[in-house]
């Protein structure tokens, strides 16, 4: 069996969160949205479907905490999420990975999904770091053994 | 606790196709993709923290069924899918519900995700019929009791 590695195209797009249980945990660098991306560490998989049903139950673990530090992500810089959006879509990346948006009435995209519209735009280090440190205690549970 | 009523929104853009042991099963009336929304039957719920850990394993099963009725369905009408694109959003419908989706390189969207995107086409009622047939017995084994 291959060895899992992660494709290179969230390298670019994403910044290293945590390394949980099953998933890596990627912060997506775009400060429209607190987004959050989840790459199961399983090499070849690129649907649900290529994963066991003890993983898809821990990924369903790491999805619903994505989701709490997604929300602790909006409110940590004042724009508290209304909405979470979850999508495992890959129809450009196609590794398996699963994207927990959190959205607003007032953001850029509204109430359209936001993959594939508008451009991202670049976090400031001083708010990278505050989104950072409210979504990383939300994840320690779940975190893999070091 | 109130009762589970199916939101009209459904009504008006997808057919009855099963009910499972815990979502509503509908064919998005949408000829352009093999499509399934899946509803659980849970009062109220709008994100997937609002259902409890057995119902989201209950729900993983789902996903994981309606990805093959949704691979059923292209096959019947001889456009295999290519790859399933799984998404939770509800930005403009909040009832909770899942939307299962077969893609293909030569579909009207891709890459692009599906929702929000260009006019829904009607299907004929004959292939209706065959899709209908593709996805049910796929479906069966996660059929609530009658």
Same mark, same amino acid.
């Given at each position: 069996?291959?060895?899992?590695?992660?494709?290179?195209?969230?390298?670019?797009?994403?910044?290293?969160l945590?390394?949980? !249980? %099953?998933?890596?945990a990627?912060?997506?660098?775009?400060?429209?949205?607190?987004?959050i991306?989840?790459?199961? $560490? /399983? &090499?070849?998989?690129?649907?649900?479907?290529?994963?066991?049903?003890?993983?898809?139950?821990?990924?369903?673990?790491?999805?619903?905490a994505a989701g709490a530090a997604v929300r602790a992500m909006?409110?940590?810089?004042?724009?508290?999420?209304? !909405? %979470?959006?979850?999508?495992?879509?890959?129809?450009?990346?196609?590794?398996?990975?699963?994207?927990v948006?959190? $959205? /607003? &009435?007032?953001?850029?995209?509204?109430?359209?999904?936001?993959?594939?519209?508008?451009?991202?735009?670049?976090?400031?280090?001083?708010?990278?770091?505050?989104?950072?440190?409210a979504a990383l205690?939300v994840l320690?549970?779940?975190?893999?053994?070091?």
């Amino acid at each position: 069996m291959d060895k899992f590695a992660l494709a290179s195209a969230f390298l670019s797009t994403s910044e290293p969160l945590a390394s949980l !249980k %099953l998933c890596e945990a990627r912060l997506q660098a775009d400060a429209r949205f607190p987004w959050i991306v989840l790459i199961p $560490r /399983r &090499a070849g998989a690129r649907e649900l479907e290529h994963i066991s049903n003890g993983d898809r139950a821990q990924l369903m673990d790491e999805i619903i905490a994505a989701g709490a530090a997604v929300r602790a992500m909006g409110a940590a810089i004042g724009r508290p999420v209304e !909405k %979470l959006n979850v999508g495992a879509i890959g129809n450009i990346t196609p590794q398996l990975h699963i994207h927990v948006v959190g $959205r /607003r &009435a007032d953001d850029e995209c509204w109430p359209d999904p936001v993959w594939g519209r508008g451009k991202s735009v670049a976090y400031d280090d001083k708010t990278l770091a505050a989104v950072m440190a409210a979504a990383l205690p939300v994840l320690r549970s779940l975190q893999a053994a070091a």
